[in-house]
């Protein structure tokens, strides 16, 4: 697995996963029961995707939000100047416990150095009965935003390795997590973002930003190794506009 990188512009994330990212929102708020008065932290914010659905339904002052990248805590307070945003990792929350009602991780787990305890934080900062959600993208069975991508690569090297082996990333995974993390009442569901592409550029550009393990993958091969593995997803990708059929696992728990 390539280093993953996220120290990179809000405006390469956004373009690169964050296109999908915001299709999640508003179901994973539904998922996790958001509604007015309740007061809700996400984790891994990113560029803040899921705080605009947040921010949109209950007002900046019941949002908190965490992420490690200096660059996307950066963006994200500039985007909501009246959210609480810190910089810190999902293993380590700077909150007491019992303090939010709703804890969401959208696209995060499989980032996590340590998935379980970092669910465990999660369940720490939720008051008693309340939420916590999380999902993760379908690599495992290959319906995502980079399965594209990643089959390209291994068309022209078999030993690509890909995502399909990070937490979660498999049917049921997410869900053993939270049953390790000791949540009560756990559920697991399924999340989409389907995105059309008016045309392969509009799906391939964005991987030229060096953005996560794909783009990190990408950067260290040689020039001509990128150009046959984009002349290998530009002939998989088909007649033009396509379709990227996006699923992720998503799991519901309580503290």
């Given at each position: 697995m390539p280093r993953v990188s996220f120290e990179v512009t809000a405006d390469a994330y956004d373009g690169f996963m964050g296109r999908f990212s915001r299709l999640l929102s508003p179901q994973m708020a539904d998922l996790a029961g958001v509604r007015a008065g309740r007061n809700v932290l996400d984790v891994?914010?990113?560029?803040?995707?899921?705080?605009?659905?947040?921010?949109?339904?209950?007002?900046?002052?019941?949002?908190?939000?965490v992420d490690p990248s200096e660059s996307f805590v950066a963006a994200a307070h500039e985007r909501f100047p009246g959210?609480?945003?810190?910089r810190a990792a999902a293993e380590a929350l700077p909150f007491d416990e019992d303090r939010f009602d709703i804890v969401i991780a959208q696209l995060v787990v499989h980032f996590m150095n340590d998935p379980v305890d970092g669910i465990r934080e999660m369940r720490r900062?939720?008051?008693?009965?309340?939420?916590?959600?999380?999902?993760?993208?379908?690599?495992?069975?290959?319906?995502?935003?980079?399965?594209l991508f990643?089959?390209?690569?291994?068309?022209?090297?078999?030993?690509?390795?890909?995502?399909?082996?990070?937490?979660?990333?498999?049917?049921?995974h997410l869900v053993e997590l939270f049953r390790e993390a000791e949540l009560a009442?756990?559920?697991?569901?399924v999340v989409t973002a389907?995105?059309?592409?008016?045309?392969?550029?509009?799906?391939?550009?964005?991987?030229?930003?060096?953005?996560?393990?794909?783009?990190?993958?990408?950067?260290?091969l040689?020039?001509?190794?990128?150009?046959?593995?984009?002349?290998?997803a530009r002939e998989r990708a088909g007649r033009e506009?396509?379709?990227?059929?996006a699923r992720a696992w998503a799991a519901r728990g309580t503290a």
């Open positions: 891994g914010c990113g560029t803040g995707a899921l705080t605009r659905e947040l921010v949109d339904r209950l007002g900046e002052d019941r949002v908190t939000a959210v609480r945003i810190e900062v939720t008051r008693p009965g309340g939420v916590v959600a999380a999902c993760v993208w379908d690599y495992g069975g290959g319906a995502n935003p980079l399965s990643w089959n390209a690569a291994r068309d022209l090297d078999a030993d690509t390795p890909g995502e399909a082996d990070l937490p979660g990333t498999r049917e049921g009442d756990i559920a697991g569901s389907d995105l059309e592409m008016r045309s392969f550029d509009e799906y391939w550009q964005p991987f030229n930003g060096g953005v996560g393990p794909a783009g990190v993958y990408l950067r260290q040689s020039e001509g190794d990128r150009d046959r593995v984009r002349a290998r506009p396509f379709t990227v059929v």
